[in-house]
């Protein structure tokens, strides 16, 4: 078991960035799955980005391609998402999520970390 903590939001300027910190407790964190996911005002949550438990095979939403980099410190139970390029849309409320290696879905959630791009 897992669980995350985000950090690092905040208000920027349309073509800023800024970094996004998880810090995730737990003794087994090198065997979960790590992904962020974002949800918008008035619009469903939305997948963002994943890093397999490996450190290999990072996954991105096609908006965020060439803008938004995932990495992991499996020693330091860390996650991070480097997000460049930053556009209004991508406004939203992000949130953290850890999946066992085991399972399908993603089970655990951290409370989330507002971002803000102004125009």
């Known amino acids: 078991q897992v669980q995350p903590v985000e950090s690092g939001g905040g208000l920027v300027q349309a073509g800023g960035s800024l970094r996004l910190s998880c810090a995730a407790s737990g003794s087994t964190f090198r065997y979960f799955h790590m992904a962020w996911f974002r949800q918008a005002p008035g619009k469903e949550r939305e997948f963002v980005a994943a890093?397999?438990?490996?450190?290999?095979?990072?996954t991105y939403a096609d908006f965020v391609k060439g803008r938004f980099t995932i990495s992991r410190d499996n020693a330091k139970n860390m996650v991070y998402l480097q997000m460049n390029g930053l556009k209004p849309e991508d406004t939203a409320v992000y949130y953290c999520?850890?999946?066992?290696?085991?399972?399908?879905?993603?089970?655990?959630w951290g409370q989330g970390t507002q971002v803000t791009v102004s125009s």
């Open positions: 999520a850890a999946r066992h290696i085991s399972t399908t879905s993603y089970d655990y």
């Open positions: 890093m397999r438990w490996s450190n290999s095979s990072p």
